[in-house]
């Protein structure tokens, strides 16, 4: 082909119509993928821009993930609370109802019915956990907010409690509850004073309760409130990168149906111009 000789009419249209298909070749391949920018040699700084924000949109998308496990791993603990109080204050009624007897039978049986109660808060808070993560069994829970989580700011650790043996005292562990002893409701007088001790040892407990459910609740509020947050970052980040590099499939449109024309106008002025050197045959 190298040979042949074009005139510089039919070369001039057919750089046109040559410009024209790779024009529409160009807008067909945004309408298909969206995307105006589809790599570096589109546009570099859109796309290595764009790339780094979804590169870090994708960072808090993981996090994402890891503060909704948290946030269940909260609940879980949140909810075992719930179940411990219902068991506390139903050993706190058992309690009271030992006082109002003076049936050492009765009083002997209510003790039991107690002590089958406090078994039930331990056997709860060893069921309380979440993946592995028992916030109720001393387990401590670090939420990560950033992806530079190096600054205390960008984290936030949950310290946990030790529910599993609720004769503990100690800040960490324990709810102060131990089982009624044989005898120690049923010996008259004293009995009396057993029994009040267990009863404030109980109320105690419900107040130690309420505040580490508190104190979850905060934990919660803040976890959740991250949480939303980052979803809101992650959409603020995808939008920025999709302004950069998303095409208008209006506009798009609107350029295929005007490079059609301009395609068909192109073939068109090519044929003329091929007509005017077949002129040339009509000398011969």
Known sequence: MAGITLGSGVRQNLVALQQTTDLMSQTQSRLATGKKVNSALDNPN?????SALNDRAQDLSTLLDD???????????DEGITAISKLVEAAKAKANQALQSSSVTDRSKFASEYNDLLGQIE?????????????????????????????????????GIDYTDSSLTSASSGLGLTD?????????????????????????????????????????????????????????????????????????????????????????????????????????
Do not use: H
């Not at 859109?46 to 764009?50: C, D, E, I, K, R």
């Not at 503060?67 to 879980?76: N, S, V, W």
């Not at 934990?219 to 809101?232: G, I, W």
């Open 46 to 50: 859109s796309f290595f821009t764009a």
């Open 67 to 77: 503060q909704g496990q948290a946030i269940q791993t909260l609940k879980a603990a």
């Open 123 to 159: 056997g709860i808070a060893n069921d309380s956990g979440y993946k592995g993560k028992n916030l109720l069994k001393g387990d401590d829970l670090k939420v990560v907010f950033n992806e530079k989580s190096g600054s205390s700011q960008n984290f936030l650790t949950i310290s």
């Open 180 to 284: 009624v002893a044989s005898g120690d409701w049923t010996a008259g007088s004293t009995g009396d004073d057993a029994i009040n001790t267990s009863i404030d040892s109980l109320t105690s407990a419900l107040t130690t309760l309420r505040n580490q459910a508190s104190t979850f609740g905060t934990n919660l509020t803040v976890v959740e409130n991250r949480q939303n947050f980052t979803k809101s970052v992650i959409n603020t980040l995808q939008s920025g990168a999709d302004k950069l590099t998303n095409a208008d499939s209006n506009e798009e449109g609107a350029k295929l149906l005007a490079l059609q024309t301009r395609q068909s106008l192109a073939s068109t002025a090519l044929s003329l111009a091929s007509q005017a050197e077949q002129n040339v045959l009509r000398l011969f």
